[in-house]
């Protein structure tokens, strides 16, 4: 069964599928459907935004989609930057730019001040408008610099509790046992069979 990703960003679904390599799924992103208009994502929640997201999606693939809104909340910086994560350092900001904004934010900050908290929800939704939602969080805090070239976002700058390493440090399939997107998945995993996706 053909599933859309509601997304163009590569590292989400290489991480999708590793996280589901036992399904025999078939995955489409929006690379596949150019012609696909983008959401906008002001909503002020993730759930609001995954629907937004995966309803534009669904509606112009004719397939089933699976959307998901993602953020980092710094428990010092009033749970910030939260939904506006990904443009934490401007409405066009990189992933490069996001972390330096957050580490300037976060100056000369102890470390119990660096508290903060990965959180994914999913929406899969069918262009009749049946959906299922799913969420994942992961508790860590933040690294007083970059460490580490894998994965993308703010992983270079997330400890994970329990563990020395950030998110970008740590091998891919360690990352992908314990990540907030892992967590989602795998509450959404039984919803992602031919018996619950089908009409």
């Known amino acids: 069964m053909k599933i859309l990703l509601a ?3 590569q590292g989400k679904l290489r991480e999708i599928r590793e996280i589901l390599s ?3 799924l078939e995955w489409r992103t929006l690379q596949d459907f150019p012609q696909c208009p ?3 994502e002001s909503a002020d929640t993730y759930i609001e935004n995954a629907r937004e997201k995966s309803q534009i999606a669904a ?4 397939l089933w989609s699976l959307a998901d809104d993602s953020g980092l909340e710094v428990e010092s910086l009033g749970w910030k930057p939260g939904v506006r994560s990904a443009r934490f350092a401007g409405p066009s ?3 490069r730019e996001n972390n330096e904004c957050l580490l ?3 100056a000369g900050q102890e470390s119990d001040r660096r508290r903060a908290v990965f ?6 939704r069918h262009p009749s408008g049946r ?4 969420e994942g969080e992961l508790w860590g805090k933040i690294a007083t610099e970059a460490r580490g070239e894998a994965g993308f976002g703010y992983d270079p700058l997330f400890i994970p509790d329990g563990h020395p390493l950030t998110l970008a440090e740590l091998p891919s399939a360690e990352k992908n046992l314990i990540s907030h997107r892992t967590l989602a998945l795998r509450k959404m995993r039984e919803f992602l069979s031919p018996g619950s996706l089908s009409l």
Do not use: I, P, T, W
Not at 131 to 134: L, R, T
């Open 93 to 95: 900001a990189k992933d």
């Open 22 to 24: 036992d399904s025999s």
């Open 104 to 106: 300037m934010e976060l």
């Open 119 to 124: 959180r994914c929800v999913l929406v899969l």
């Open 59 to 62: 509606e112009h693939s004719g």
């Open 131 to 134: 959906e299922f939602v799913s």
């Open 38 to 40: 983008e959401a906008e």
């Open 7 to 9: 997304s163009r960003n």
